[in-house]
């Protein structure tokens, strides 16, 4: 964990605070990669407009997602439930309440919320301009 001063933050004490000890800011990493959960490298950024969205994805338990790819860089933090990823070339990895996944980018893949609560994830995507985010396998 990376507790960083109020000045590289640029944040200040009120003036109006209370004498005493002032909680520390901290800064904790959760995920820092050139890899997808697979091992395999992360793509080039395109050329365009960068376009960042950052989504709440919410999928009830026993729930299986359409198998899809996402032509663009994205990592996502499972802030409740468990999930479990499956690529097409048959690899696949856990996730439960807390942990993070760096996205497999142009490869064809699926999550499958296992329950009991549903899988609630953020997910930020690093994208461009009129790129979508997924593109669903037909």
């Given at each position: 964990m990376l507790a960083l001063g109020a000045h590289v933050l640029g944040t200040s004490k009120h003036p109006q605070a209370h004498a005493g000890a002032t909680p520390e800011i901290k800064v904790e990493q959760l995920v820092k990669s050139s890899q997808?959960?697979?091992?395999s490298e992360l793509p080039e950024y395109g050329k365009g407009k960068p376009e960042i969205t950052v989504l709440k994805i919410t999928i009830p338990a026993g729930q299986r997602l359409k198998t899809h790819l996402h032509p663009v860089i994205n990592t996502a933090?499972?802030?409740?439930?468990?999930?479990?990823?499956?690529?097409?070339?048959?690899?696949?990895?856990?996730?439960?309440?807390?942990?993070?996944?760096?996205?497999?980018?142009?490869?064809?893949?699926?999550?499958?919320?296992?329950?009991?609560e549903?899988?609630?994830?953020i997910v930020f995507y690093a994208g461009h301009h009129g790129v979508p985010l997924s593109v669903i396998k037909k």
């Open positions: 997808s959960w697979d091992g933090v499972l802030i409740q439930g468990h999930l479990k990823v499956f690529s097409e070339s048959g690899k696949s990895k856990e996730l439960k309440a807390g942990e993070t996944l760096v996205e497999l980018v142009n490869q064809y893949h699926y999550g499958l919320s296992l329950g009991p549903p899988a609630v994830l």
